[in-house]
């Protein structure tokens, strides 16, 4: 399978026969040799500058950027042969891809003409250190010259100045943040997903699997030296950004987008959940539907789904003027935050569904309440607001003892629901959902659905809505039928 670390890339002799020819060549005309203390023109020794360590900030650390846009990034590590480098960027020419090439210093030296011809081509062109190396336990000093270098030389070959650095690996440590910030860099970037070779996944495996990763701000990143199915791959990213309907755009206009996000405890109502031992005191309100004569209905949707999904609910919703529920798996929302905020900023209901979805009554109280603490803080800190305080029990099982546990938390009303078309079944048809639907609603209903991938309810939604419409429902979010 796909691991997210690979070895160590190989030791090529040659990179050191020219690592030190060009480090001569460099030298000469950089600023390492100048003597502070020189003052006549005369021609001095070599002599090793010292590099203090940098005073200023850290750069940023982006592995994925912060926002609710439509939007992605790609990336690439490595200098690969010249023909792999050609078919790769009419791949991205075919689909009109802008991406980001972190290029190591070397190979940049080495064949500079494809270094200029990816810029050419309107790409990025980053560092990737000066033979994409790690850099981890280096001294301070020689990991600020390799950057530095590799700076040079890009800008030299393409003239282009580098904005962001990426190890190999993509890891990083404080002092590479600062060697980075040191040499003007403003960020060092990983990616939200590295994509290694295939092993023997399907045609239908692989682009399910990129389907997960196609999120809001990632920055996808292969290696061109090694991953065997770039050209492949192109293809199939492609693809599944065209069927979520997200777009590539030049890693630099995607960090600019990127909000800076509060930290948890700047959130009012991030605390708004506790551990609480005593759980006896406590007064749960159970709610299944609402006694009314009014027609109205809430639609609920639980637990928590791919972006191809929850972008085609929230745009069904959007396109038909209905506000809905949505109770959230907090696992799924920590994996990506951007999704859980753009639930909130289209003004829906975002409210608490557990941190991994246990059975309630299978797990100790203080185990249930942590579940709850922690998804509270987590959607809290995805969405930068308090949520809407109402908890669903996973399966809607729930004991005497497990509602008093929940509702010492602070999450006193818990919401289930009085129709339920087991939408959750792959099985179940759309027609077999509204119908259950259409059969079970009745004034004040809570229709419960799920936002899981391959299942029917994307389908069944629009029907469902038009046929509440015609039998006189109207469509309200649960806080404006219970209050919060
Ligand atoms: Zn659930």
């Known amino acids: 399978m796909i691991s997210h670390r690979k070895g160590a890339s190989g030791f090529r002799l040659f990179h050191w026969i020219s690592l030190v020819a060009i480090v001569v060549l460099v030298a000469a005309c950089s600023p390492f040799q100048q003597n502070e203390n020189s003052a006549d023109n005369s021609p001095e020794p070599a002599k090793p500058e010292k590099i203090e360590r940098y005073q200023g900030e850290k750069s940023k650390a982006v592995s994925m950027v912060y926002t609710t846009q439509r939007q992605l990034a790609l990336t690439f590590n490595g200098m690969a042969d010249k023909d792999t480098m050609k078919r790769l960027l009419d791949e991205l020419d075919k689909y009109h891809i802008k991406a980001a090439f972190f290029m190591p210093g070397m190979r940049v ?23 994409k190396s790690d850099l981890q336990g280096q001294p301070y000093e020689k990991m600020y010259k390799d950057i530095k270098l590799t700076n040079e030389i890009i800008q030299r070959e393409t003239d282009k100045t580098p904005r962001y650095v990426r190890t190999d ?84 206009e995607l960090i600019a987008q990127g909000g800076e996000r509060k930290p948890l405890q700047e959130i009012p109502g991030f605390d708004a959940a506790k551990m609480n031992a005593a759980y006896n005191e406590s007064k749960p309100n159970l709610i299944y539907r609402k006694e009314t004569d009014k027609k109205m209905v809430a639609l609920s949707f639980d637990d928590w789904g791919t972006d191809q999904t929850v972008t085609k609910i929230l745009d069904i919703l959007n396109k038909k003027g209905v506000k809905a529920s949505f ?26 569904h557990t941190y991994s979805h246990p059975v309630n009554t299978k797990i100790a109280p203080e185990e249930l309440q942590k579940e709850i603490v922690k998804a509270h803080q ?31 938390t602070g999450y006193e009303d818990i919401t289930i629901y009085d129709v339920t078309p087991s939408d959750y079944d792959k099985k179940r048809s759309a027609n077999e959902i509204v119908k259950d639907i259409m059969e079970q609603t009745r004034s004040g209903s809570v229709i419960l659905l ?29 806080t404006e039928m219970f209050g919060q």
């Open 109 to 131: 030296a080495e064949e500079p003409d494809i270094a200029r011809e990816i810029v050419a081509r309107g790409h990025e062109i980053e560092n990737n250190t000066l033979n």
């Open 169 to 252: 690996s993509g890891e990083y440590n404080d002092d590479l943040r600062l060697v980075a910030a040191h040499n003007g860099q403003e960020a060092v970037v990983s990616s939200s997903l590295f994509l290694h070779n295939w092993q023997k996944e399907t045609g239908a495996d692989k682009s399910r699997y990129l389907r997960k990763y196609m999120n809001r701000g990632g920055i996808i990143a292969m290696d061109t030296e090694e991953n065997k199915s770039l050209i492949e791959n192109i293809r199939l990213l492609a693809e599944a950004a065209t069927n979520v309907g997200y777009r590539f755009v030049p890693l630099h």
């Open 327 to 352: 109770f959230l798996r907090a696992d799924g929302v920590e994996r990506n935050p951007n999704l859980a905020r753009a639930i909130a900023e289209a003004g829906h209901d975002v409210a608490n």
């Open 378 to 408: 987590i959607i809290t800190e995805a969405i930068q607001q308090k949520p809407t305080m109402y908890f669903r029990p996973p399966t809607g099982a729930f004991d005497e003892q497990t509602l008093k546990a929940i509702a010492a």
């Open 450 to 478: 799920h936002m899981l991938d391959d299942i029917h309810t994307t389908e069944a939604l629009p029907i469902v809505i038009d046929q509440l419409r015609s039998k006189g429902y109207t469509l309200v979010p649960m």
